[in-house]
């Protein structure tokens, strides 16, 4: 009663709470999302000091399979044992694993010590996302869309910069203790500002639960890591994976609906909504990163484009994908309405994938950079709002797992698009340079058919121009298979049903937004 008290005495003090912790929520965000970008620029020097190529894949692959195999837990932690506890120790988790990772001695420990930072930023996405569905009603939520937009867009594009810049002025092992300045001030700002109801649930950790999902988690993660690069995709590690991954998450299925605390429990997926908030979050997934993938490796082989800045290839993709964030975030807030914003995204989605699978060796950059922006603009309209209508489609006490279902769901997309594009990209370009150079070509391509701007120097005139027409077949393969997963996601987005969103508008509001999304958890807190 007293912190309801607090409310209406003090209206100017929560609402600037609120935003010091959105503040240290962004950057923690920032964190989660910069981490592989700015390791990834730092990977030739880090190589050339600690040894170890042959296990150079595991550096990223540690780090991707520990976030994605905790994501579903800490979710389950914050609903069980209240977020703020559960939201801080995956902070601190990440933090000691980055300062690890900085002091490793060998290719061994940075493995391992990745490992431990990953399953640390399993747990910061999910928080991050959580915590505001406490904060602030889903109809006030829309209007900070843009902030965590905006966060996306900086971490891609600048990530590279800035790994660059620190590895080249500082040196790699600061990659991963620049993460320990900014984290330290995150904790502090939550520690000191944000304040949730403390929970202690009686029913104890579904461990069975939890072992299953883990490991059907990296066996899919290892399936698309490996498949087509280390291992054929036929190979006998490849199926044992897949036979394990299928046994492992049908058994969890099963185990779920038998546990006192399920991990994830089923009945979330009840809600039409959540589901369809989960098929069309990994389908984003499935393109976006896709996308950033292709999209700077097309531009640097066939256009020309230096990869010094290859974050700001993407710029028109990203921008657009800000802006329509922004405006969609706004127009949910102001008006309560949504569904248009999935369907039209999956429209635009289909439509610009389409026209980058139509790039061929002689489309301008700036045809290729409207083409991008299309495929922001219908990504921007899909980002945001799925998490908001999937945290609108559960009771509070889920709100944990709804958000990491939804964060693992477009974890998983990304993972599949990546390998599922690249083997069809890797096969097309192979396929063309054999067709073009013949013998030449099948053996520039053995290794990989990616190859960098110092290799592709190096090629012989003929041999380059191969090169440029198999990467244009390479994405036009790939991003029409984008285009064609896409097409679920429209189709998914029909079907949404207009549920109302939880909290006042501005109107009913009579301009105290502020002071309306501040008082849900200080009404709460103890």
């Known amino acids: 009663m ?3 008290q607090a409310v209406e005495t003090e209206p100017e003090k929560q609402p600037r709470s609120v935003r010091v912790v959105l503040l240290a929520l962004m950057i923690t965000m920032m964190l989660a999302m910069l981490d592989n970008m700015i390791i990834g620029t730092a990977m030739p020097t880090i190589v050339g000091e ?10 990223v692959t540690a780090y991707t399979l520990a976030t994605a195999a905790s994501t579903p837990l800490w979710g389950k932690l914050g609903d069980m044992y209240g977020r703020k506890g559960v939201f801080m120790s995956s902070i601190v988790l990440f933090l000691i694993g980055s300062a690890l990772s900085g002091m490793a001695q060998d290719m061994g420990q940075l493995i391992g010590f990745r490992a431990v930072q990953g399953l640390g930023a399993g747990g910061l996405m999910v928080g ?10 889903p109809r006030e939520r829309g209007k900070y869309q843009g902030m965590m937009a905006g966060v996306m867009a900086l971490a891609m594009i600048g990530g590279p910069l800035v790994g660059g810049t620190i590895t080249d002025h500082w040196g790699w092992r600061w990659s991963f203790y620049i993460n320990l300045p900014l984290g330290v001030v995150a904790l502090a700002a939550i520690s ?7 929970k202690r649930a009686q029913a104890r950790i579904d461990y069975l639960g939890a072992a299953l999902l883990t490991v059907g988690i990296t066996a899919i993660v290892l399936v698309t890591t490996w498949g087509g690069t280390q291992y054929a ?21 099963f185990w779920q609906t038998k546990a006192a605390e399920p991990v994830v429990p089923l009945h979330i997926f009840r809600s039409r909504n959540f589901t369809l908030m989960a098929i069309i979050g990994f389908i984003t997934g499935f393109v976006m990163f896709g ?23 993407l710029l028109p993709m990203l921008g657009a994908m800000l802006v329509t964030s922004m405006v969609a975030g706004r127009v949910t807030t102001n008006t309560g309405r949504y569904k248009v914003f999935p369907v039209v995204g999956g429209v635009l989605m289909v439509v610009g994938l389409y026209l980058l699978s139509l790039m061929d060796t ?6 290729s950079g409207v083409c991008m922006a299309v495929v922001g603009l219908g990504m921007g309209c899909l980002m945001q709002i799925t998490m908001l209508v999937a945290q609108n489609s559960v009771e509070m006490k889920d709100m944990g797992v709804a958000s990491s279902t939804s964060t693992l769901s477009r974890t998983l997309g990304s993972s599949f698009g990546v390998a599922i594009m690249g083997a069809l990209f890797n096969n097309r370009v192979q396929e063309v340079m054999s067709e073009r150079a013949g013998a030449l070509g099948s053996k520039v391509t053995e290794q990989s058919a990616q190859l960098d701007a110092a290799s592709l120097a190096k090629l012989p005139d003929a041999a380059r121009e191969a090169y440029q027409h198999a990467v244009s077949a390479g994405t036009h393969s790939a991003f029409l298979l984008g285009a064609a997963v896409a097409v679920v996601a429209m189709v998914a987005a029909w079907f949404v049903k207009e549920v109302p969103l939880k909290g006042a508008g501005p109107k009913e509001a009579e301009g105290k937004e502020d002071a309306t999304a501040a008082q849900a958890p200080v009404a709460e807190s103890v």
């Open 192 to 198: 000191v500002v944000l304040h949730l109801p403390k």
């Open 362 to 367: 002689d489309t301008s950059r700036f045809t």
């Open 2 to 4: 007293a912190d309801a």
């Open 128 to 137: 991050v996302m959580a915590i505001i569905g406490d904060l602030i009603p």
């Open 50 to 59: 600690l040894g170890g190529l042959e296990h150079l894949s595991w550096v």
């Open 291 to 313: 996308a950033t993938l292709f999209l700077p490796l097309y531009q640097q082989s066939v256009q020309g484009a230096s990869a010094t800045n290859s974050g700001l290839l």
């Open 233 to 253: 995709w036929t190979s006998a590690r490849i199926m044992e994976l897949i036979g394990i991954g299928v046994a492992a998450l049908i058994g969890f299925v």
